[in-house]
């Protein structure tokens, strides 16, 4: 599986993961092959990218939350995000019920990386987001040993954390390039706006609403409100911080493709003791799979595989099936291997858009040369 943007996308291809939208409605099911009418739906929709299959494996990929409960917790905070302004009142018993339905969902699923593979269309990135911050934050937790009534506050925190957006016109945070000034000082004033929202609620916990109040600090003092920094930083915010720009980060824009997952790494380590608690990024990128399964990668010989499944004790080295040759020939099947076996072999980087196309195209030419009785030249 692969993630392309829609300008990469062609006839033909298969659909890799079910696109929803926040009501949970499908919009384009898994397996379904791409159209031109398709193809240009999707534009119109928002979409930036999708992920398609890669025609030679169909990887079932681990999900730390399952789409039930996502489309369930996703719904409840748009409902949350709409009434708002009219109401003045949260429903804070179903938004606990939600971190709770999550935070199940990612403790019995302890042994699964977090895999970016949902993608949101315009109108729905700060519900998609704001789902995924908390799915994170709570990973995070857990790592820390967290007790139930901590992961609790800590998942409602980071559920609401841009709770101060609600008062925003959502031309404001979903416009396609830079904001602004106006709009800028708009959306400065979020954090302060939503621990005001947060604190006339009764049954928010206070410390939940610091998290609304200081996600954007930075550790070493350059963020807002406050310009706090370090430990003065409540220990959940700092957990947020990292957990918001490693979404939006990884995410889709209206104006931008979300970055690659090796890219996001290489970002956040040099944000490390600038930006970050070095001790809260290491625990957060520990629960992150560097390679997601179903994805293909390059290896230090040249050959090209994709990932089966990975290991939480060992991300670095998951099982692939090595798929082409280092001579750029097909592995016809596919050669299994364990890398946590295998020192000698690494993975020294993901596929991009460009690398998988030219892939499928030796693909679909083998598959011609072998149905016109050719010689298999390229095939073991
Ligand atoms: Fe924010």
Known sequence: MQRLSIEELEPG???????????????????????EHYISRLKTLGLTSIYVKNDLSDVEIPEVVSSTVRISVTKTLKNTFQNLPSKGQLDTRALKKSVSLLADDIMSN????????????HSDILFFHSVNVCILAIMTGISLGYNE??????????????????????????KPGPLTPADSELVKKHPENGFNVLRAQGEIPLRSSHVAFQHHERWNGSGYPRGMRGNDILEYARIVAVADVFE?????????EGYAIDDVFTILRKLSDVYFDPYILDIFMSNIAPYPVGGMVKL?????AVVLSTNKANPYRPQIAIVVDADGSLLCPALKIDLS????????????GKEFKLFRLLLNNS???IRQNKPRTGWR
């Not at 939006?248 to 931008?256: E, F, G, H, Q, W």
């Not at 230090?300 to 090209?304: A, F, K, T």
């Open 13 to 35: 291809m298969l659909v890799g993961r079910t696109i929803v939208n926040s009501e949970g409605k499908p919009l384009l099911v898994k397996n379904t092959a791409l159209t």
């Open 110 to 121: 302890r042994d699964v990386l977090f895999g970016m593979y949902d993608v949101s269309t």
């Open 149 to 174: 009534l901590s992961l609790m506050e800590l998942g409602v925190g980071a559920l609401l954390h841009d709770i101060g957006m609600a008062f925003l016109k959502p031309d404001v945070f979903n």
């Open 248 to 256: 939006a980060l990884v995410s889709d824009r209206p104006y931008r």
């Open 300 to 304: 230090n010989n040249g050959q090209v």
């Open 341 to 352: 076996q295998e020192r000698h072999i690494q993975i020294v980087k993901i596929l991009t």
């Open 367 to 369: 598959v011609t040369e």
